[in-house]
């Protein structure tokens, strides 16, 4: 017998829906109850294992359930009470995967490093089937090296995993649940480059969040096909020179300074405002 808590209802196994107002008689044969197993009185045993499959469609993620049992043995002796209070064992159904998010870089963002310390965003089970969260887990990318972060900080090349074969499994787990951070490696080697990062959830009842294929990871994308995050890590500091004018220069009219300002890299933030003084 299978209560539904939150309707206070009781599974008729056999239509394999909660229409049963009451709980179930103590005594058998019931739409209350289904028989799961028994055995002939010439086996002998003491004890009878059992299990039984769920009719499709009849639980409802986020719904609470108790599962009560009545035993009969062969001199006719009948368990006590089956479905009274407390009695059973009760679960949480949830087939739905949580919802993680990353509030932290922004998409497209520029971050030297005293900014660029963690990752970091939320995640929620609540509104998907409530059973609760149990790990977050980041996957970073370098996008200059096409090699995902494997955990290790020596800040060398050896952080990242660039073989086909194995970089696409390091998923690394946060710190925290429904605000998670995770701390970022030492990567001044790869300055003025660009990363790729996703995340992924898993509640308690072992959902997990979609996960995107290879292909998708490839090509910077979420497992819907959406772009994935990817921010610039710049922690250079731009260089300026005037051209002209010329020292010791020697001319009736002065009508302009002129010069350049670049920021070096392979893939820098780039310049955003030059000032002089004269």
Known sequence: ACPQAAANRWGDWGAGNFTLPSPPPSTVPDAGWAFVSSRPVTDNQSSLSWSTPVPVGMMSSSNTYRVETLVLDHASNKQPNPTGAGVGAAFRFDNEPPLPGIT?????????????????????????????????????????????????????????????????????????????????????????????????????????????????????????SSPAIQFTFDDSKPLARVFFPVAYANSPTLAALSGTSTDPGAAPAGVQTMQFKL
């Open 104 to 224: 932290f870089p922004a998409p497209n963002g520029y971050y030297n490093a005293a900014a660029l310390v963690n990752i970091a965003g939320i995640a929620d089970d609540g509104s998907t089937g409530a059973a609760g969260l149990n790990l977050v887990e980041v996957l970073l990318k370098s996008n200059q090296l096409d090699g995902y972060w494997n955990g290790a900080s020596s800040n060398a090349l050896g952080d990242w995993d660039t073989n086909a074969l194995t970089k696409y499994d390091h998923w690394q787990p946060a710190a925290g649940l429904k605000n998670w951070t995770r701390s970022l490696p030492a990567m001044s080697f790869l300055d003025s480059t660009r990363f790729t990062v996703w995340v992924r959830a898993r509640d308690l009842a072992s959902n997990v969040s979609a996960t995107p294929t290879n292909g998708q990871l490839d090509a910077g994308n979420n497992a819907d």
